[in-house]
Structures are given as structure tokens and as C-alpha cells.
């Protein structure tokens, strides 16, 4: 296996970053607040980028409508703060979407939501009507008063409206939030965006994937996992190339003023593994998706999202997705190593009987399944409390010692720049450092002048397919992986360069880009979360040859590994996510 980083400027040993463990979204957005106030930090992760909760999500950025029942005000008018800035920011990735609700009472649900805004315990009786579901509208409403987006609706359901629910839903109130479709690519954004920062102010900045960490006292080792498994011999012979030209001997050891612990539900395991003594911190959640080609289910959502709740008083998500239609969540105690989590076909069935309820005329099989996947939610432990009603807040809890170790707890996508800045704050206080600079109008890469308008976008599409002489179908996969990023990449891409990989609209060159530029160690790196093949439904064998095939002409595989390389992925595309060949 060959291995290098991206060309940087070299760092002797005995520079001190903080370290960051865990690659996901908060670890990511930490990384960039400390790259722009001039703090060096390494971020190591045990597996990929981005390959936990981040990728596991229901891949929405909203204010949390149902947050409102448990009084948690704060958190919800915080995260609609943030939704709206990231439509801002990051408008390449967030883009508006309407959520219907059908109802099916005028009045019911007052009592057990009173007794949730009470912090009592409140058992199903009967569904939320349409009362409370306007009193809750009408609140979420007021926290978003200065937002870009609309204002609820309320209709009466006669005739074909959509979404074409079941003919017992009455009424469909309309609200506003917004989907991140690929939460994978908006992190690997940040990363790109923490790397160029850091070159520029000679900072020292490194993405360590696959990599772990020993600590001994105030002496961090950092080991690659990759190679552990590759090649024999004591840890002391492992090579590892920091650019390329020279190689770093490994494990690197370090003396980090500050260790930020963001690796989600597995933060209770870290915390041991660093020998930090702590009482349990975490009490994840499992929440399986499943990712649907039905045209007829597409049909009946029209374009909009459904967040219906059923007689039992069970709620589902129903969301368009590309070509596809996302059914989630499921949402229970999962207190197993949060990589064991797999969809079930129980939790399946469970969802699809929710869809059934909501969308009788649509009939769902097992075939209709592109993908599933399944991830544990980094919750605050919480032993009484059910998990709908545990809080999605995020705090932060500091452990001194040799080393002093932030742990981030809970969070939601929407709020993971905040929660970054948060972290920030202390880190500069600990470390006697002043903020310089902030996040907060900085937009992500790929993001400047591009349209928010869908039919701006068309256009501009449109345009730059004649420019680059690119199919449209390419430039618009493109534009949802990285925004406004691909178009120098593509107009220096010869015309075999720009033919796609095999049963993909991504160009060859493209994909050669991403593998040099965005961390890439493995194939299924590559194909889960940077070039998001998984969640298209469009892998072949042939396909992950090719990819292959181009991560050995880029040094990232060697050939002899091609093979072994192609049926490990192919497994784990089976059996994590049950794709079907």
C-alpha cells in the first residue's frame, strides 16, 4: 500500500497542534474556527471522514418543529438562526424544502404535549390535531420571524392535492426548513477550507484518517490503523508520507496543549482509551433510513417533504432525495459499539408500515430498497428519560490534567458550526489565545455567487455545460458534490479525462482530483463519501475497478491490492448498507 498526503509545507515533529479526534462534522467545523484564528491542530480519526453520525443522519437542516414540545426554546430558535446562515453560506449544499404535516383532528394532543413541556412523562393518547400543530407553527414561526423562508400554511385537503396522503389526513399544514442532501461533502468542505487557511498563515494542519492515537502521560503517539494491519513488524517500522517528497516515521508522537474529543457516540470509549476518568457521558440512539426508488411514492410527495404521525402516535419522514425518496428514522437505546449498527430488516418493516399508514395507495417491497444505513445519535446520557425525549442540545465537558480533553456532546447537523465556535471559545481560553476572526459570514467553498435560485441555477448550468462541453447530467452531479469547486477542475480536464467512470456522470479526472485532494486511503472511502455513489444507486463492479484502477495511477493503492481492494468494498457495500449487485 502506498500512501501520501497532499504536497504541504513541512512542520518539524515538535510543533504542538491541538488535536482533534474525530473527523465528522464538529470535529471538522472546530478545525476550521482554529485554522482562522491561527491555531495549528491535527485531527485524527479512526476510521474515514465523515463516517459516522454525520453520514447517518436524516440529512436535514431544520429548527427542531417538535423540540417546541419539550421546551427546549433556546436550542430551536439557535438552530433556526443556523439554518438560515448556512442557506446563506453554504447554498451549494442547504437548500430550501417544504414540509407538509397532515392532520387528521381539529383538537387532540394537548394533554401530552403540556405534560412534555412540564418535563413529565406523557404516554400516547391521541393524535396531535390541528390546533396544536398551528400553536406550534405559529411559535416556530415566531423564533424564524426574520427568515428568508415563508410562513406556515394551513389547507383543507379536496380533490388531488399533494402530498396524496391517506384520505383520513383532513388537513396538511405547509412549513419551511431545509435538506443537506450530502452532509459528507459539506464537511470535506470545511476541511478544504481549514487546510487553504492554514497554508496561507503557515499553520500546521493535518487530516489523519485511519489513524489512532496511545497516550502516556503528556505524550500523544499517533499510529496508522491501515498500515498496523498490512505489514508485520513492531509499530517503530510503519512508514507513513507527510508530502511528497519525505516520510515520517511512525507512531509521531506529540505533546498537544489540548485534546478536543469529537468522536460522537464513541466519546465514552475514547475517554477511557485516553485514561480519563469520567462518569458515563453518552447514551446514543440508533436510527436506521432507507433509501427507496418508487416513482409512484415520489409522485404522491410532490416535490414535498412529509413529517406525518400515525394513529399510534408514531412519526416518519418521507423526504424527496434526488431520484430517490428517504423513509426514516427509528429511534432507540442502542448501547452496543456504535459500528455494529445496521439496519434491520424489524426496522424496515417498522417504517414501511408507518409509509403504508401515510401513503395506502403506494406499495412498497423490499426491491424498491437502493440502500439502508444506520447510526448511533452522540445523545447526553439520560437513564429515565425516553429517547424522543432526550435533548438534542449540545454541551461541552472539560476534564483537566496532563492534558487538558473537551469532550462535545450531543448536536445536530444545523448547529455544528456553533457548536464549533462554542469549542473554539475555550480553546482559546485555555490556551491564553484571543479570537482574531469568525465563521460566521464566511462562505463555505463553492458557495460564492452561487444561485439560490432553482431557476438561476438551470441556467447557469446549463451555461457551463456548453462551456466546459460537459453533458448536463455531469455538471449537475458536480455541482451537488462541491459547488462552484469543479469548474476550474473541469476546464483543465482533456476530453478523455472528462469521460465519466462507468455508470456515473463523474469524470475521470475529477475523481483523480478528489482522490489527491480530499484524503482518499481506500476505495470505499471514494465511492461512500466523496463521490457519493452509494446514495445514486449506480455502483457496478466495473465501477469500483475503474475507481481503483485511477486511486493506483494516484499512488493511494498499490496494484497488487487492486483485486482485494475491489471484493472489500464490494462486502462492505453488501453487508453495511445492503446494496444488491
Not at 234 to 243: G, I, M, R, T
Not at 325 to 342: C, E, M, N, S, W
Not at 441 to 461: C, F, K, M, N, S
Not at 558 to 581: F, I, K, M, N, P
Request: aromatic share 8%; charged share 25%; hydrophobic share 40%.
Amino acid at each position: 500500500m502506498v500512501w501520501r498526503f497532499p504536497r504541504g509545507p513541512r512542520f518539524p515533529l515538535n510543533s504542538q497542534p491541538v488535536l482533534i479526534l474525530g473527523a465528522g462534522i464538529n470535529g471538522a467545523s472546530l478545525a476550521r474556527e482554529l485554522a482562522l484564528n491561527r491555531v495549528s491542530c491535527w485531527i485524527v480519526e479512526r476510521g474515514d471522514i465523515a463516517c459516522g453520525a454525520t453520514s447517518k443522519s436524516s440529512r436535514l437542516i431544520h429548527g427542531g418543529l417538535r423540540y417546541l414540545e419539550y421546551g427546549e426554546f433556546r436550542l430551536v430558535r439557535e438552530a433556526l438562526i443556523e439554518r438560515d446562515r448556512l442557506l446563506r453560506l453554504a447554498p451549494q449544499f442547504v437548500k430550501p424544502l417544504t414540509f407538509a404535516v397532515p392532520i387528521r383532528c381539529r383538537s387532540g394532543g394537548w394533554t401530552a404535549a403540556i405534560m412534555r413541556l412540564m418535563g413529565m412523562s406523557a404516554t400516547h393518547s391521541t393524535p396531535r390535531g390541528l390546533w396544536l400543530t398551528r400553536t406550534g407553527l405559529q411559535l416556530y414561526d415566531w423564533f424564524s420571524r426574520r427568515s428568508p423562508l415563508p410562513a406556515h400554511s394551513v389547507s383543507s385537503r379536496h380533490g388531488d392535492v399533494e402530498p396524496q396522503v391517506a384520505d383520513a389526513y383532513h388537513w396538511v399544514c405547509r412549513y419551511a426548513d431545509a435538506q443537506m442532501q450530502f452532509p459528507e461533502r459539506y464537511t470535506l468542505a470545511l476541511l478544504r477550507d481549514a487546510r487553504e487557511i492554514s497554508a496561507k498563515q503557515g499553520l500546521d494542519f493535518r487530516v489523519l484518517t485511519h489513524h489512532d492515537v496511545r497516550r502516556n502521560g503528556s505524550t500523544v503517539q499517533v499510529v496508522d490503523l491501515r498500515r498496523m494491519n498490512e505489514m508485520t513488524g513492531p509499530p517503530e517500522d510503519l512508514v507513513a508520507a507527510v508530502d511528497r517528497e519525505e516520510a515520517e516515521p511512525l507512531p509521531i508522537s506529540i505533546e498537544p496543549p489540548m485534546i478536543v474529543n469529537a468522536t460522537g457516540a464513541w466519546g465514552d470509549a475514547t475517554l477511557d482509551q485516553l485514561g480519563v476518568p469520567s462518569r458515563r457521558l453518552f447514551g446514543g440512539t440508533k436510527g436506521s433510513h432507507f433509501l427507496i426508488t418508487s416513482d409512484a411514492l415520489r409522485d404522491a410527495l410532490g416535490g414535498q417533504a412529509v413529517y406525518a404521525e400515525t394513529l399510534e402516535g408514531r412519526f416518519v419522514f418521507v423526504l424527496p432525495f434526488g431520484e430517490h425518496v428517504l423513509i426514516g428514522t427509528t429511534d432507540k437505546p442502542f448501547p452496543d459499539d456504535p459500528h455494529q449498527a445496521i439496519a434491520t430488516p424489524e426496522e424496515l418493516e417498522y417504517l414501511f408500515e408507518l409509509v403504508r399508514d401515510v401513503f395506502p395507495s403506494v406499495q412498497l417491497t423490499p426491491q424498491d430498497i437502493v440502500c439502508h444505513y444506520s447510526g448511533v445519535r452522540p445523545l447526553p446520557f439520560a437513564e429515565s428519560l425516553s429517547p424522543g425525549a432526550v435533548s438534542r442540545d449540545h454541551h461541552v465537558e472539560l476534564t483537566e490534567g496532563d492534558i487538558p480533553v473537551l469532550t462535545l456532546i450531543g448536536g445536530k447537523l444545523t448547529t455544528s458550526r456553533q457548536l464549533g465556535e462554542q469549542v473554539a471559545n475555550t480553546v482559546f481560553e485555555k490556551l491564553g489565545r484571543s479570537r482574531v476572526a469568525s465563521t460566521r459570514d464566511r462562505v463555505v467553498p463553492g458557495g460564492r455567487e452561487y444561485p439560490t435560485d432553482a431557476d438561476d441555477l438551470a441556467v447557469r448550468q446549463s451555461q457551463l455545460a456548453r462551456d466546459l462541453r460537459c453533458d448536463l447530467g455531469t455538471i449537475e452531479c458536480l455541482d451537488a458534490l462541491c459547488g462552484s469547486v469543479f469548474e476550474d477542475v473541469v476546464a483543465g480536464l482533456s476530453s478523455f479525462e472528462r469521460s465519466p467512470i462507468t455508470g456515473t456522470q463523474v469524470p475521470r479526472g475529477f475523481a483523480r482530483w478528489v482522490i489527491r485532494n480530499e484524503w482518499v486511503r481506500c476505495l470505499p472511502d471514494l465511492v461512500e463519501r466523496r463521490l457519493m455513489l452509494l446514495l445514486t444507486g449506480h455502483i457496478s463492479g466495473e465501477t469500483l475497478r475503474e475507481l481503483a484502477e485511477l486511486m493506483v495511477v494516484e499512488q493511494r493503492l498499490d496494484a497488487t491490492d487492486l483485486d482485494r481492494e475491489v471484493d472489500a468494498c464490494r462486502r462492505q457495500l453488501s453487508e453495511q448498507y445492503g446494496y444488491r449487485w
